[in-house]
């Protein structure tokens, strides 16, 4: 157990639908990270908060795709409209400023039908 | 463009072999290059090397950092079926902000 949690684990939508994902990172933990994963790839970036400062956003994440983390503790990302490509894993990592080591939280699996 | 790029991409042992996972990188303003292994769940945290600390071992696991040539390699010695999993090579720089670029990562599969 990393101490990250993702809310749900699993979650299956129809096409044209908004989705709604939670995470708590490790409470010490000023940084949070989103990362999206599909089958035989690595995490993809898609965004980064330090505190409830969003600073970076992947230049590839759609219009669709919005994350917020209001009170620098837990995050929300949310996907409006889904699409059969949005389909993945989206995973949560939280570090601590001026540490390199991010941990994983277990993820949310995302399917449109 | 910041990279990394993992070999192999996939390769099936078995138990009691050595194997060598490869990651290579070019990132800018590197700071640190993290394994992880990952199996059907979230990756788990393995090692992380920096320029004070370029090489680490775990038991029947070790890595070293070649920041000259700016690669790293991840050994694993008398591989066991529960070693069998995606690895994967993070690389933390800063280039405007604070990024992780992973690889594709390498998939290990060890036999009985």
């Known amino acids: 157990d990393t101490g990250v949690s993702q809310d749900p684990r699993h979650k299956i939508t129809k096409r044209g639908q908004n989705v709604t994902f939670r995470c708590d990172p490790i409470?010490?933990?000023?940084?949070l990270y989103w990362y999206r994963q599909t089958l035989g790839q690595g995490p993809e970036f898609l965004t980064y908060?330090?505190?409830?400062?969003?600073?970076?956003k992947s230049r590839l994440l759609s219009d669709r795709f919005s994350a917020e983390r209001p009170k620098g503790s837990f995050s929300t990302l949310e996907i409006q409209r889904t699409e059969q490509g949005d389909s993945a894993m989206y995973l949560c990592?939280?570090?601590?400023?001026?540490?390199?080591?991010?941990?994983f939280g277990p993820g949310t699996r995302l399917t449109v039908l | 463009e910041d990279k990394v790029v993992q070999s192999p991409l996939s390769l099936v042992v078995h138990e009691g072999d050595t194997v060598t996972l490869n990651c290579s990188y070019e990132?800018?303003?590197?700071?640190?290059l993290l394994w992880y292994k990952q199996e059907k769940k979230a990756p788990t945290f393995l090692f992380m090397l920096t320029s004070s600390g370029i090489e680490k071992k775990s038991g029947r696991l070790s890595s070293i950092l070649d920041k000259k040539e700016l690669f790293s390699i991840l050994n694993i010695t008398a591989t066991q079926t529960g070693d069998s999993a995606v690895y994967l090579c993070?690389?933390?720089?800063?280039?405007?902000?604070?990024?992780?670029?992973f690889g594709t990562g390498t998939r290990l599969k060890v036999l009985a």
């Open positions: 990592a939280s570090s601590r400023q001026g540490e390199n080591e991010q941990f």
């Open positions: 990132v800018t303003n590197f700071r640190s």
């Open positions: 908060f330090q505190n409830e400062a969003q600073l970076e």
């Open positions: 993070a690389v933390y720089g800063i280039s405007g902000t604070y990024k992780y670029i």
């Open positions: 409470s010490e933990h000023n940084r």
